[in-house]
């Protein structure tokens, strides 16, 4: 089924059209929810709701990105609405490595395991977990961050820049990253 | 939104793998989707709802309707239109030309209204202080026939009822309120002590003025003979003492239900050569279907090595290893003849159709070999290697495998009556099912419990189960109908004995049958 066809289908409230969506990009939606939630029920509540948006906004669709882009920034969204109705973001976060982990840029091993990046990224306490998402992977802005979150800008920076600390030192703790002995620089703020 | 540019390669790096990952929803999630999608197709829930409702009230009125079955439906009742099409209407034609010339209530020739009698029928249900009294009786007699013969065929003696004490009786007119006094038909009967009231079920309203006749309450003695169309109704309500006497050419007389404070204290006695209902079959068919949770049991056999095979794969043969596997719906439905023995038992046999399975908890993986370990025969053992991509994985990406078989099977049990009265048994049966497989799929858990290889040579194509059940059966005016848990398990593993591991299916169900 071609994706006009499909989002035909959709249009005219066709299940099959609508499955054939579903299929086609719930698993790579899964995942951006699995990013958020705490656990994989909660995801899929997300994604679930997520897609509800989704069916019940396509006529909003004009065409002009990709199909799944679009799907992806409702998915997001769904996923953020989700956890400031949990007040997730209210949770404290302990600080205490954040400004002293030793970082490189370089040190990222070319091939890693997907999967366990992401469940290194789930280790991380939700607030800092929602900034570094939707900065260095969804690639909004600190600005753009600020107003989804309803958070200063500032907030968002010093919770990305703690976030990405304490993540790089998890995967260094689970050997995914190794430890940087030379050109080795300090975290800065940015 | 747009994307920035100035990310590093750590958040390069960190974006391309996490957009990488990839997982798969479980079917909850469409299942939710489309249920809001499209609300008005919940299958299943509101559908079983109803049905499960629907056939609890079917049956809850088929056992209702059993204790009214002395009173006639409405639906009983022909329209004006139906009788004189019928050949009632012959006979009531011929009535109203007679009470038109004459009316003389003792002396109407039954010849004239032979015509309409059909045959009689008389049954009754007797019990010692029984709970309910029914006779019936419905008569045809050949016009030509005369009516000596038609009497000496249609009599119907020794009709008696005595009471033991004095009842409370409801009024016909509480019952039968269209029907009140419409008629009294007198047909020779004799009644040697008051009557109360005595009342034709009358079929319409145009009949009722022709066949107000010869209503005599409080009347000792009834002598009178009157053609009566058949399947006419007489109600008689005796105060007390016994009735006994003639009744000609009813189609159907039915003494009236005492009741008193909900206790039926009538004592019948009737004649039992005319009166007795016709002694049912000892042959009776069953038809069902029970929809089951099917599961499965395992009994993982250790293999010992040979002395001449340690291979490797033999030793990694140890049960450690879990198999992961939830259950699935199943069916059965056959036809089960039952034969009594006795009072208590019935011989059961029959035919059974079942599905029943299982869903493995699998995993993809790259295509891989797998051994399965199997016994030779001869205390020693030999690895047979799969090419398989379903791992023993219970990953969050996880498949189900389906293993599931198709059989015919032909049970040998007997059934026992632990409990029952004339509406409701209780039976418990235990059957013995040879069983063929018709069609099958296996999945097999490797010896080193690490995958799933699929190989349907595996598995034994006859068998046996072991049958349990207990069913209620709610006895209606024509059918029965049987409702009860079933279990049901796989004696024989469901493999051959060259797999070591042995597998037992369970059925859990509900059976639903109907019977004559």
């Known amino acids: 089924m071609t994706e006009e066809i499909m989002l035909q289908g959709c249009l005219e409230n066709l299940s099959s059209a609508q499955e054939n969506l579903y299929s086609r990009f719930s698993p790579r939606m899964l995942g951006v929810c699995y990013r958020y939630a705490h656990n994989r029920e909660d995801a899929e ?8 948006k989704v069916y019940s906004q396509i006529h909003q669709y004009k065409g002009s990105g990709a199909l799944e882009g679009w799907i992806r920034k409702i998915v997001v969204h769904t996923c953020i609405n989700v956890l400031k109705k949990n007040k997730k973001f209210s949770d404290s976060v302990d600080l205490i490595h954040a400004s002293s982990i030793q970082i490189s840029d370089n040190n990222i091993p070319s091939i890693l395991q997907a999967k366990q990046v992401v469940e290194c990224i789930r280790l991380l306490p939700i607030g800092y977990r929602t900034v570094l998402n939707l900065y260095a992977i969804e690639g909004y802005s600190h600005k753009e961050i600020s107003v989804i979150l309803e958070i200063e800008e500032s907030t968002s920076r010093s919770q990305y820049t703690r976030a990405r600390a304490l993540l790089e030192e998890i995967l260094i703790k689970k050997k995914i990253l190794q430890k940087p002995r030379e050109n080795v620089r300090m975290v800065s703020m940015k | 939104m747009e994307r920035r540019f100035d990310m590093s390669d750590f958040e390069q790096s960190l974006k391309d793998h996490a957009d990488q990952f990839k997982m798969i929803p479980s079917k909850r999630v469409w299942n939710g989707i489309y249920n809001n999608l499209h609300p008005g197709s919940k299958w299943p829930s509101f559908t079983v709802a109803i049905v499960f409702l629907i056939t609890l009230i079917t049956i809850g009125n088929l056992n209702n309707s059993t204790s009214h079955s002395n009173i006639p439906a409405e639906s009983d009742i022909k329209s004006p239109k139906d009788i004189l099409h019928s050949e009632d209407a012959k006979v009531t034609s011929q009535l109203i030309e007679q009470k038109n010339n004459s009316i003389n209530f003792s002396k109407i020739n039954l010849k004239h209204a032979a015509n309409s009698i059909k045959e009689e029928k008389f049954s009754s249900q007797h019990k010692d202080k029984s709970t309910s009294v029914t006779n019936s009786e419905s008569a045809n007699i050949s016009p ?60 319409s309203e145009n009949q009722q003025k022709d066949f107000q006749i010869a209503f005599n309450q409080k009347t000792e003695l009834f002598s009178n003979e009157v053609a009566l169309p058949a399947s006419y109704k007489i109600i008689y309500l005796p105060s007390s003492g016994s009735l006994t006497g003639k009744l000609i050419g009813v189609d159907k007389i039915e003494p009236f239900i005492p009741i008193q404070n909900n206790i039926l204290s009538a004592n019948t006695a009737i004649n039992a050569n005319r009166l007795r209902r016709k002694k049912n079959s000892k042959i009776e068919w069953t038809f069902y279907v029970n929809p089951t949770i099917s599961s499965v049991s395992f009994n993982k056999k250790r293999i010992q090595p040979s002395a001449n095979n340690s291979s490797m794969v033999v030793l990694s043969n140890q049960p450690s290893f879990k198999q992961t596997h939830n259950p699935r719906f199943g069916l059965e439905t056959g036809a089960e003849m039952s034969l009594k023995i006795d009072t208590k038992f019935k011989f059961i046999t029959g035919f059974n159709l079942s599905y029943s399975g299982y869903n493995n908890v699998s995993n993809l993986v790259h295509p891989t070999f797998a051994d399965l370990t199997l016994n030779d025969g001869h205390g020693g053992t030999y690895s047979k290697s799969y090419i398989t991509h379903f791992g023993n994985g219970q990953s969050q990406d996880h498949i189900y495998l389906t293993n599931y078989s198709v059989e ?16 409701i048994k209780v039976d418990i049966a235990s059957l013995f099912e040879p069983s063929m497989v018709l069609k099958g799929n296996a999945y097999l858990i490797s010896s080193d419990g690490r995958y799933y290889v699929n190989d349907p040579a595996l598995v034994r194509k006859t068998n046996l189960e072991g049958h349990f059940g207990s069913y209620i059966t709610f006895i209606g005016k024509k059918i029965k109908w049987h409702l009860g848990p079933d279990l049901r398990y796989q004696l024989f593993s469901t493999y051959k004995n060259i797999y070591p591991t042995r597998e037992h299916l369970i059925d859990y169900g509900i059976r639903i049958g109907i019977s004559k």
């Open chain 2, 144 to 203: 030509d026939k005369n009516i000596r013969q038609t009497q000496n065929q249609r009599n119907l003696h020794a009709n008696a009822i005595s009471l033991e004490k004095p009842v409370t009786y409801f009024k016909p007119e509480n019952i039968i309120t269209n029907n009140k006094r419409n008629a009294i038909i007198t047909t020779g009967a004799t009644v040697n002590q008051q009557i109360d009231e005595i009342s034709v079920l009358n079929q």
């Open chain 2, 408 to 423: 015919v099977s032909i049970p040998l049990g007997v059934q026992y009556n632990i409990w029952g009265n004339e509406k």
């Open chain 1, 45 to 52: 509540d997300m994604l679930q709701e997520g897609f509800i």
